[in-house]
């Protein structure tokens, strides 16, 4: 099984909602994901989970909160997000050789429009 | 840092002709180097890949790479293109002690028939 599975795979929310979008894969990985993909745009990394550990945040807002309840499974919190998060939100695992890059495995996103 | 370059935003080619797409990457070591496939609205899926060893690559669907360190390239080759490979290419490179990727800004293919 080389499936990474995100839900819901579109979201629309206000700006005062909170929500969450989940990331799951049973390929025995233990580093994870989120990055943020505007249209027309390469993927731009948000947090990097290693042994379900945050080891990779790269300054992201706090209205976006991380988190890694197991191995398997990948959270990504949102709360009082503005219209400009608008974006496909990706997933991705790889094994963690050591902390050495190994190829990603990435799911099919989740749109989130914000209004 | 390392980063990536993809010079070309958009190319077009027919249908059963050879394809390259360039990229151009910077990095302090032997990187890691990856080339990603994009459908719209969908995730990104491996072509190849190259960590280290023989530096020419094959990959799925056809594709191989080229890894050219005196030129700090990593071009995406295809010898005759299909219509169902119409889509955005991302070029990445990974650091080789911790888990970060980069990813260049992209190439859309559009294939005429």
């Known amino acids: 099984d080389t499936e990474v599975t995100q839900t819901p795979k579109h979201l629309v929310m206000g700006m005062t909602n909170k929500k969450s979008l989940k990331c799951e894969q049973h390929?025995?990985?233990?580093?994870m994901y989120w990055y943020k993909q505007k249209a027309k745009k390469p993927p731009e990394l948000m947090f990097v989970?290693?042994?379900?550990?945050?080891?990779i945040n790269e300054s992201v807002p706090s209205r976006f909160s991380p988190e890694c309840p197991n191995s398997s499974l990948l959270n990504l919190h949102l709360h009082a997000l503005q219209p400009e998060d608008s974006a496909l939100y990706l997933c991705?695992?790889?094994?963690?050789?050591?902390?050495?890059?190994?190829?990603?495995?990435f799911g099919p996103g989740t749109r989130l429009t914000v209004t | 840092a390392q980063s990536v370059t993809q010079p070309d935003i958009h190319i077009t080619v027919s249908e059963g002709a050879s394809l390259e797409l360039r990229c151009n990457y910077s990095?302090?070591?032997?990187?890691?180097l990856f080339w990603y496939v994009q459908s719209p609205g969908q995730g990104l899926q491996l072509l190849l890949k190259?960590?280290?060893?023989?530096?020419l690559v094959q990959g799925i669907k056809g594709f191989e790479a080229e890894f050219k360190r005196s030129q700090s390239s990593f071009n995406l080759r295809k010898p005759s293109v299909h219509w169902s490979d119409a889509a955005e290419y991302f070029c990445?490179?990974?650091?080789?002690?911790?888990?970060?990727?980069?990813f260049g800004a992209g190439t859309r293919l559009t294939v005429k028939p």
């Open positions: 190259y960590f280290s060893g023989d530096t």
């Open positions: 990095y302090g070591a032997t990187p890691y």
């Open positions: 991705a695992s790889s094994q963690d050789l050591s902390g050495r890059i190994n190829e990603q495995y």
């Open positions: 989970y290693s042994y379900e550990k945050l080891s």
């Open positions: 390929m025995g990985h233990r580093a």
């Open positions: 990445a490179v990974g650091a080789r002690n911790n888990n970060d990727m980069r």
